[in-house]
C-alpha cells in the first residue's frame, strides 16, 4: 500500500512539473530563450512560431524575477499572430534571429507583430537585437500606409525603448506609438517599410538617433501633436521609385503644443518629398498658435525632392508654425527650393487672418545649386520660396546662396546675405567642411589649403561660436559645422 501510495506521489509530481515551463529548470533568472534548434526553454519549428513566444513573454510577466525573452539564433521564427509584451520586459535576440510574418497573413488593419499587453498600457519596454522581416512581398492583399502589419504598436506606454533592431519589407510602421511617454529609437537599421519608421503621435519625451532608414511610402521620422522631441545623427533617404515616399521627418500638428522640438545633425538625402516637412492645421483659438520653435540645426540636405509627381518637394517645406530656427545647415541640389513657406491640398488652414502670422528665421546657412522641380518647374529652384506672402515671413541672416538655378529669393530679401562660393572640401563626395588656409577636419586631422572659404567667420555676429577650435575669429562659420569642433579654422 505505501509503495503504491509513493508511486501515485511520484506520478503526480512529474505531472505537475511537465507543465511547469522548462525556463525553470533550465534558465536561470533573469532570462528565457527560445529557439528553433530544440536547445531552448521554448522551443519553435518554423511554423506559428507566435505561440511559443508569446509563452515566453507571459513566463516573463508572471514571474517578477525574470525580464528577458532571448530568441536565438541562426532561426527564422515565422509568426501568424500578434506577440504581446509586458511591463518590465526586455525582447532581445541574435542579429540573425529574424521575426517574419506569415504569407497571405490577412490580418485587420492595425493589428501590429508587436503590442503590448495589457490595454491600458505597460511600462519599461525594451525591444533588440533581432531582425524584424515583414514579408512584404508574400502579403500583396493589402496597399502600403493603410496600416496592416505595423511592427509595432503601442498605446498608453511609458519608457519604451528600440534599438539595435533590422526592420525591413513592410506595409506600414516600424515603430507606431500613441499616449507614450519616454520614447527612444535608436541604432536601428530600417529598409522599404510601407509607412513611417518611427510615427509618435501624442506623445511626451520622444528621441531618435543613430538610425539608418530608407523610407518607402510616407517617412522615416515622424510625430504628431507631439513634444519635447529630439531628432538627432539620422540618415535617411529613399530609393527613386512611385511608392517611395514623401519626407525624410515629417513635423505635424492639428491640436495640443508643439513648442520644443529639435532636428540637428542629420543627413537627409535622394528623398522622393521633401528633407522635412512642417504643417500646423489646428483650427482650434486655444492650441493654434502653440506651434512654434521648432529649432532645425546642423543638418545636411541633398538632392531631396526627387519626386516627380508632386510639387511640394524642396529642402524644408513649412507652414503653420511660428519662430522656426532653421541654422547653419546645408542645402546643396535639392529640388525646387531649400525652404519654402507652403501649404498643399487639404492641409491648407482657412484660420489665419490676413495680415497676421507666422515668421521663420533662416540664419547662416549654405544654400547652393537649388534645381527646379520636375512637376510645374516654372518659378522654382529658388533657394528661399514665400507662397504665402500675406500670413508668412523669413527673416533672413547671413546666409550664403550660391548658384541657385532660378536666382536666390522668391518673395522675400535679405541685407546680410553673401553670394559666393562656398568652397567646400569635397561638394562632388558631400564633404561639406569648409576649404580654410588656418585648418580644416579631415576626419583624422587638420588640412590646410591654399584658399579659405568667405563661409568663414561670417555668420551672424551675435551667434555662439564657444564650440569652434582656436582660431575661429570670434564669430560664427557659415554653414553645417558653424559652432562645432569640426568648424574650419579662422582664415586671417
Known sequence: MLKQEVGILFL???????????????????????????????NCNGKDDHVQINQALKFVADNSGYTTVHLKGPFTYVINDTLLIGSNTILEGDSNAVIKLVDHAGWVPMKPLIQQMSSSGNSNIVIRGFEVNVNHDGNT?????????????????????VYNMYMHDGHGDGLRIKYGENIKFYN????????????????????AWNNRITCR???????????????????????YHWSAGGPGIQIEKSAGTMDDVEVYDNIIYDTYGPGMWLFNYDTSSATRDKAKNVDIN????????????????????????????IENNVFDGVYHAAIANMYINSYTPSYV???????????????TNTKMRTKSPSGTGYGIINYLP?????????????????GNYKDCTSKTDIYL????VDQVNHDYHLQSRGGSWDGKTWVKYKVSSPCIDSGDPSSDYSKESEDNGNRINIGRYGNTIYASKSKH
Open 141 to 161: 492583399e493589402f496597399a502600403k500606409g493603410d496600416g496592416y502589419y505595423n511592427i509595432m504598436y503601442f498605446l498608453y506606454c511609458k519608457n519604451v525603448t
Open 217 to 239: 511610402t510616407n517617412s522615416g521620422l515622424r510625430i504628431w501633436n507631439s513634444n519635447h522631441v529630439k531628432f538627432h545623427d539620422n540618415v535617411i533617404d529613399s530609393f
Open 298 to 325: 546642423h543638418n545636411v540636405f541633398y538632392d531631396t525632392g526627387t519626386n516627380p509627381s508632386i510639387t511640394w518637394v524642396g529642402g524644408i517645406i513649412t507652414g503653420g508654425f511660428e519662430d522656426t530656427l
Open 353 to 367: 487672418p490676413e495680415g497676421d502670422g507666422f515668421t521663420t528665421i533662416v540664419r547662416n546657412n549654405i544654400i
Open 421 to 424: 562660393n562656398p568652397l567646400f
Open 390 to 406: 500675406k500670413t508668412h515671413s523669413f527673416t533672413t541672416l547671413y546666409n550664403c546662396l550660391y548658384k541657385n538655378s532660378a
Open 12 to 42: 503526480v509530481s512529474c505531472l505537475i512539473l511537465a507543465s511547469v515551463p522548462t525556463a525553470l529548470c533550465r534558465s536561470p533568472a533573469p532570462t528565457v530563450y527560445v529557439a528553433g534548434d530544440g536547445s531552448g526553454d521554448f
Open 188 to 207: 536601428n537599421k530600417i529598409y522599404k517599410l510601407g509607412h513611417d519608421g518611427l510615427f509618435a503621435i501624442q506623445c511626451q519625451n520622444v528621441e
